[in-house]
């Protein structure tokens, strides 16, 4: 493993010089969770005022419903103390510029590599997508009796969460 990740270690090491919050337990301590895409603007904790410890992150492309994003749900319910899910996609999402075709064609475009059939969870209606999602967390037996689930919809450009489901 080259230097490659010689700068993030080296950050790691002036970041772990000052850690304070060690030391308590797993449990989402304001009880919420949130889905959201993996891109990079979006700050979860950050634009909901919370803190360390206090949510649980799940991150997918798209800020989709995958089948780890759901057992991350139950387990949330059900262990670490989540009584509140908030799905949330955004803006200007490279998973919203086409479908799963479409996207799989870039892939290959860029890569050779034909990963055409794979899941991927691209879609255009945003909205159609989130409130599927909702739905899907609302009416699972698992979790709809335990937490209350909200679809949002994240502007990066003004860093504005806006309800919708």
Not at 125 to 150: C, F, M, N, T
Request: hydrophobic share 40%; proline share 4%.
């Amino acid at each position: 493993m080259d230097n490659a990740f010689a700068d993030l270690l080296e950050a790691n090491e002036k970041y772990a010089a000052t850690f304070e919050e060690g030391g308590f337990d797993g449990i989402a301590r304001a009880g919420v969770a949130v889905i959201t895409c993996m891109d990079s603007r979006i700050e979860p904790l950050r634009m909901l005022g919370l803190n360390l410890g206090d949510a649980k992150i799940l991150r997918t492309p798209g800020g989709r419903i995958t089948p780890d994003a759901l057992t991350g749900c139950i387990l949330g319910t059900h262990v670490l103390g989540v009584d509140r899910i908030l799905v949330v996609p955004h803006t200007r999402c490279a998973m919203a510029s086409g479908d799963d075709e479409a996207i799989a064609s870039k892939v290959e475009a860029e890569t050779g590599v034909n990963i055409h059939g794979a899941l991927l969870g691209a879609s255009t209606r945003q909205r159609d997508a989130l409130h599927y999602d909702v739905e899907l967390l609302r009416s699972h037996p698992l979790i709809g009796k335990r937490a209350v689930v909200g679809g949002f919809m994240y502007d990066v450009d003004s860093g504005k969460l806006n309800p919708i489901e």
